[in-house]
């Protein structure tokens, strides 16, 4: 394990903090690393391997081992760590992984926290918008309650987890959508609109709260110094259909759209993980987030994937 760091120096900048990010090589985690060091502040990353600089620093949280010191030396913490949801199918197997990868992480997280001395002030813990389950035709906010299904249960474990945090660190849980980047969700689909092979999924009419890269870390690093706590949509401003979304996606490609993905063949080869990942519908709205006075770079699902693709 790399060398216990020192207590918290204080900041060489007014506005500058020092974040330990727990899943920093993942997509959200690098943009987020790139944003947060291109704005002054400094990060310190959780590696699951070996070292490699003096700001990565070991831990296992299969095993619920950390220098829980490092909370002595960091302003914030930010947690990314869990199974991909991408992964499919889900097998009971990969199931149990989903749910046991984001408590493992959080509670040994947390732990080290309430073990620290002077515990960080603020810890940002990924959710996700699973905790809606599936709910068309309702308008969704932070104040709706809690829906149905195995991402709904997975998602409200999680984040009674990150509640464990020292009373007087501030709890922030990021309920994310679709991350529109090169990975998570849009893994599978960029490569089938590259090849001309996208079309509509089921009815194509299933409402799908997304983000862009790009706004996903800005939000994050928003609620570093934000008074906000508890739980924060990150989605965008304006709630598209999987048909738009696919359709805009298979256009700034130039490729053709409209080969048809049937409902019943999207459930017969995924399971439950083609019903929650695909065809759920959430009309989801980022409140919070826009009332706290964040502003988007990307408004429209058009700007992000233009962003995705020129990038």
Known sequence: MAESPARRPEASQPDSLRVLVAGASGMIGTELCRQ??????????????????????????????IDFTLMDRADAV?????????????????????LESRLQATHTLTDAMRMASAPPRVFISASAVGYYGDR?????????????????????????????????????????????????????LLPLARLGLAGPLGTGGQVWPWISLHDEAAAIRHLLTSGLAGPVNLVGPTPVTS??????????LHRPFGIPV?????????????????????????????????RFRHETVAQAIDWLLTR
């Open 36 to 65: 947060l060091e291109e704005s002054g502040h400094t990060v310190l990353r959780l590696v699951r391997g070996r070292p490699t600089s003096t700001s990565e620093f070991n831990w296992a949280p299969a095993a619920r081992m």
């Open 78 to 98: 930010v947690n990314l760590s869990g199974a991909s949801l991408s992964h499919l199918p889900w097998t009971p197997r990969y199931r149990k992984l989903i």
């Open 136 to 188: 068309p035709g309702e308008r969704l906010t932070e104040q709706s309650p809690r829906g149905e299904g195995f991402l709904a249960d997975v998602v409200d474990a999680w984040e009674n987890a990150a509640q464990l945090a020292p009373e007087q660190t501030r709890v922030v849980t990021i309920r994310s959508g679709i991350v529109l980047g090169h990975g998570g969700a849009m893994g599978p």
């Open 243 to 252: 048909y738009a979304l696919l359709k805009q996606l298979a256009k700034t």
């Open 262 to 294: 049937p409902e019943l063949m999207i459930e017969l080869v995924l399971q439950e993980a083609g019903h929650d990942m695909l065809l759920s519908s959430q009309k989801l709205l980022p409140t919070r987030l826009v009332d706290d006075g964040f």
